[in-house]
Every structure is written in C-alpha cells, then in structure tokens.
C-alpha cells in the first residue's frame, strides 16, 4: 500500500467529516464527507464543488465562508468569537448541524486538516432540555403566585383587623370634633390642628398597611439589598393578629441584626409566613401549654441561618420525609393544600440558591433557612 492509502484508510475509517486542505482547495476527505453529500469518488465531490464551505446554510450564530473578511479557516484559527459550528444540509436536504475543529499543519502554514462532528442530536436534546426547564421554570412561578392568592384571604383578615384600630380611634375623634362643634357652634384653631395632626397620624397607619399588602403581591423580578431582621419584622406583622388570637408567644430575635443581603425579598417574606403559619397550626392542633415561637438569625462565615422554631409537638418521624412534596398534608382539606413546605424549598433552593432544612428539635419544629451571605 502507497503512504496515501494509509491515510486514506485512517480517515475513512472514522465517523466524523474529516479533510486536508491548503486553504483553498481541497487535498483530501474521508468517506463519512463523500456519503453525506451522495458523491462516490473524492473527484466528483472536487468537481461539483469548490469547498464545502459553500454548503454552509447562512445564519446567524454559524460559521459562514466568509467572517469579517477572513475566509472561514482563517477566521476559526485567528478569532475566537468566530462560531464553531456549522449548519450544513445532506443530499436529503435535512439540516445537520456540525462542530468544527481545526489544526495547522505548524512548519507549511498552509495544510489543515479539519474535523466536522455532527452534534445535531445533541443540540436538538439540548433544545428540547431547555424548552423543559423553562415550562417547569413557569408552572412554578404559577404555583408562587397561586400560592399567595390562596394566602390572600387569611392576609385580607388581617388587614380587616390591623384597621379596625386605626379606624374606630377616627371615628371617635371625629365623634368628638362633631361634639364640639355642636357645643359652642364654632370651632378653635387648637381643636382643629388637633383633629388634623391626630387624624393624619391613624390614617397614615392605615395606609402603611395597604402599602405592606400591595408589595407584597406585586412579585419580585429582580433581586434587591435588604437588611433580613426588617423584611422578618414585615412578614411578622402579617401573622401577629393570628397569633395574638391563638395566645402564641412571638420572638422574634433577629431585630438587634442589620445583616442584609442580596436578593428576592418578597419570596423570603412569603417563605418566612409559611413556616409561622405551619408553627401557629402545629400549636394550635395540639392545644400545646405556653406555646411559643422562637426566630432567629446567626451568621458564620459565608452563611446566613433564619431558624423559625416552635413547641408544637414536632413532625410525626414516619412523615417527616414527605413534608416538601407538592400536596402533602395532615390538615383537613379546608386547612390546608400540602404546598406551603413545597413552595419554600422551591423558592430557597432553586430561586435562591440556599437550603431549608426542617427538624424535630427539643418539643417542636425547628426550620432553617440557610443562605450564602
Ligand atoms: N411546624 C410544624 N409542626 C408540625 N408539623 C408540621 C410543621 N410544619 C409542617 N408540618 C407538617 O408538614 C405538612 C406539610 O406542610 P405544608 O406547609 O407543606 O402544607 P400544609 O400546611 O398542610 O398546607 P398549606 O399548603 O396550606 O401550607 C403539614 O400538613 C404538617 O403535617
Ligand atoms: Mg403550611
């Protein structure tokens, strides 16, 4: 056998296109080349076509002949941004889509020999990969927000009950404004500047309370700095009527910390709820003696902890590994979805990027939210 049959048997030998080429014509190719473009003899190929380069479909993203005025060898040696993949059409006319490797012959400077790996299977799987990823990506933001319309009763109570103050206190110094007016047939600047500065006082309260609930609901796109003990301090304020009902002590101990951090507040907000309102039904279910819940923030290192821990009795051991799967619960029907613990993993791990971890500790639960500071 001549030295260039050996070779050829080597190339021939591989799946992949291969070729040798000085740059302008072609030297050589393997037969995986001359069967993707139905040719039988290296001569025909060489006779109907001038490169394989002018079998490239033009598209954006691709290597085309020509790339900011550098033939395409060139271009792939010289620039790394020149795409290395290439859309090329077999005889049947199906679109492949091809990684291309180039090496230099060192010494001549002029002889390439160039593979062409088809990876359109993979590129396709890659694609429909993604499409997969990006539908959970939704039905997951769905199910955030669904969850919070399902929490938007319970937070509506809440409202009801954080103005009933604010607005009985109005209706009382309005009561009195009228009295006075109706003693004397006039009013003074003083009892009028009271009126006004009391009023604006209460409906201010009134109006922080709204503005709480409409940031609440309106999700969060973007990441933003927050210090943790006040968005704790706000999740708090959306629970504590519920809690002072149930006669549940409350401590929250993350006040004296002004750590803050990079990230989706409402989410952790919504997160922070939930693990309340599980401690508050926990209590509640088991009619618990002093029942209280303890929050809490420690930081080590690169880690944030936010622990929420209860006496409520903790979770049954023979459960406990089910608790973040999507509708599991022990609560009645009307008590409760099963999604609360599964949307938070979701939100800690997945949007976030930390754990959440739930144990049974001393007499209760004791729930960790672990983030990277
Ligand atoms: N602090 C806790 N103490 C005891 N059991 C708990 C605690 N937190 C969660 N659980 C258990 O885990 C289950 C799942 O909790 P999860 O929050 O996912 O759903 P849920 O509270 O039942 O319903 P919802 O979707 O309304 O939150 C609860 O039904 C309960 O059995
Ligand atoms: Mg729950």
Request: proline share 1%; charged share 25%.
């Amino acid at each position: 056998m001549e030295e260039n049959e050996y070779i050829q048997f080597v190339l021939d030998s591989q799946k992949n296109i291969l070729l040798l080429t000085d740059g302008h014509h072609l030297k050589m190719a393997n037969r995986a080349m001359l069967d993707f473009f139905g040719h039988t003899t290296f001569e025909d190929f060489v006779k109907a076509h001038n490169c394989i380069c002018d079998m490239f479909v033009q598209e954006e993203g691709y290597l085309s002949k020509e790339i900011n005025g550098k033939l395409w060898i060139q271009a792939l040696i010289h620039d790394e941004n020149t795409p290395n993949l290439a859309k090329i059409k077999d005889l049947k006319g199906r679109t492949h889509i091809f990684q291309i490797d180039v090496n230099e012959k060192e010494q001549d400077g002029n002889l390439y020999s160039i593979t062409f790996t088809d990876i359109t299977d993979i590129e396709a799987y890659k694609k429909v990969l993604k499409d997969k990823i990006k539908k959970i990506k939704e039905k997951q933001q769905i199910l955030i927000q669904n969850s919070k319309m399902a929490s938007m009763g319970e937070m509506i109570a809440n409202i009801a009950h954080q103005w009933r103050q604010p607005l009985n206190s109005l209706s009382a110094l309005h009561t009195v404004l009228m009295m006075d007016y109706e003693e004397s047939g006039t009013l003074t600047v003083d009892q009028i500047t009271e009126f006004k500065e009391e009023s604006c006082c209460y409906i201010h309260q009134m109006s922080n309370t709204i503005d709480d609930f409409r940031n609440f609901f309106s999700p969060n796109k973007e990441k933003e700095s927050f210090v943790i003990s006040e968005a704790i301090r706000e999740s708090v304020k959306f629970v504590k009527d519920s809690y002072r009902d149930s006669k549940i002590e409350l401590i929250d101990q993350t006040q004296t910390h002004e750590t803050s951090i990079t990230s989706y507040r409402n989410e952790l907000m919504q997160v922070i709820m939930i693990l309340l309102n599980n401690s508050r039904d926990a209590i509640v279910c088991k009619k618990v003696l002093n029942p209280q819940v303890i929050i809490n923030l420690t930081e080590e290192e690169n880690n944030i902890t936010i622990t929420v821990q209860d006496n409520g009795g903790g979770i049954d051991e023979n459960i406990i590994d089910k608790v973040f799967e999507p509708y599991f619960t022990t609560k009645f029907q009307s008590d409760g979805t099963g999604v609360g613990l599964y949307m938070s993993k979701m939100i800690i791990e997945d949007s976030m990027g930390g754990k959440l971890i739930l144990d049974n500790f001393e007499d209760g639960v004791l729930a960790s939210i672990v983030l990277e500071s």
